[in-house]
C-alpha cells in the first residue's frame, strides 16, 4: 500500500447522521438533509489544512491581523450520489468552481465505467472529490486519475462510508489522495456492497 492518509471523522454529531443514513426506514427527503449536514462536517475537515495567507483588516475600532485563502478551490461530484455532498460544499466555499464526473458501475465486474467528464481548470488548486461509498475504490480510483491529468496541487476524497478494500486500492493507486470519511465499515458483499454500508446511496438519494 501507498502513502495512506486516511481521517475518519470523529464527532459525536457525525455519528448520529452517520446512523440515520444507515437505518433503512429514512425517507429520501431526510437522507437529503441529512447528507448534506455530514457532508458540511467533512468538508471542515477536509479544509483543515488549506492554505492561508496573512491579510489584515479594519474592524469599527482597530486595526486586527486576519488570514485569506490562498488557493484556488475546486469541488468534483462523482454522478449521482456525489451531488447529495454538492450543496454543503459550496456554501461553505462559495467561490469554488465546480467540475463534474459521471461514473458507473459494471453490476457483473464491479469497474467502473464514464459516461460525462466536464472539469475547470484546475492547475495548483486544491480539489474537493465527493463521492460518498468507497467500495472497491474503482470509481475514486478512475476519478482520480482524470483529476491527476489537470494538475491540481492537492486532491481530497470526501466519502460517507468506506470499505477498508476501497481504502487499500485508492491508496495503492493514487498515494497522493487524502481520505476523509465518516466510517470505516466491515468490507464488501458478494455484490460489492459496503457492509454494513446504509445500501445504493444514490438510490436512496434520489428515490429510484
Ligand atoms: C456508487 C457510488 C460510488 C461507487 C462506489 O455509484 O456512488 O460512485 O458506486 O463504488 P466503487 O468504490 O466500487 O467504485 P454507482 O455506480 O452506483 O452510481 P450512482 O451514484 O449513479 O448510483
Ligand atoms: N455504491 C453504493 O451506493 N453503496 C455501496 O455499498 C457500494 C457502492
Known amino acids: 500500500m501507498g502513502r495512506v492518509s486516511v481521517t475518519v471523522v470523529d464527532h459525536p ?29 467533512l468538508a471542515l475537515e477536509a479544509t ?27 469541488a468534483v461530484p462523482i454522478l449521482r450520489a456525489g451531488l447529495g455532498m454538492l450543496e454543503a460544499v459550496t456554501e461553505l466555499l462559495p467561490e469554488l468552481a465546480v467540475g463534474y464526473i459521471g461514473l458507473e458501475r459494471d453490476e457483473a465486474t464491479f469497474e467502473p465505467s464514464a459516461y460525462y467528464t466536464k472539469l475547470p481548470d484546475m492547475a495548483g ?3 474537493l472529490l465527493l463521492d460518498p461509498m468507497l467500495a472497491t475504490g474503482g470509481s475514486a480510483a478512475a476519478a482520480a486519475s482524470a483529476l491527476a491529468r489537470e494538475h491540481p496541487a492537492h486532491i481530497t476524497l470526501l466519502s460517507v462510508v468506506a470499505a477498508p478494500e476501497g481504502i487499500e ?13 465518516a466510517a470505516v465499515d466491515k468490507g464488501l458483499n458478494d455484490r460489492a456492497y459496503i457492509v454494513p454500508g446504509l445500501g445504493d446511496f444514490g438510490d436512496r438519494l434520489f428515490g429510484t
Do not use: N
Open 169 to 181: 486500492r485508492l491508496s495503492r493507486q493514487h498515494p497522493e489522495v487524502d481520505i476523509v470519511t
Open 13 to 41: 454529531l457525525a455519528a448520529t447522521m452517520v446512523r440515520s443514513l444507515r437505518d433503512h426506514r429514512t425517507p429520501p427527503a431526510l437522507f437529503r438533509v441529512v447528507a448534506k449536514r455530514l457532508s458540511l462536517v
Open 48 to 74: 483543515r489544512s488549506l492554505p492561508t495567507r496573512p491579510l489584515g483588516v479594519e474592524t469599527p475600532l482597530a486595526e486586527a491581523d486576519g488570514r485569506a485563502l490562498d488557493v484556488a478551490l475546486v
Open 125 to 127: 488548486a486544491w480539489v
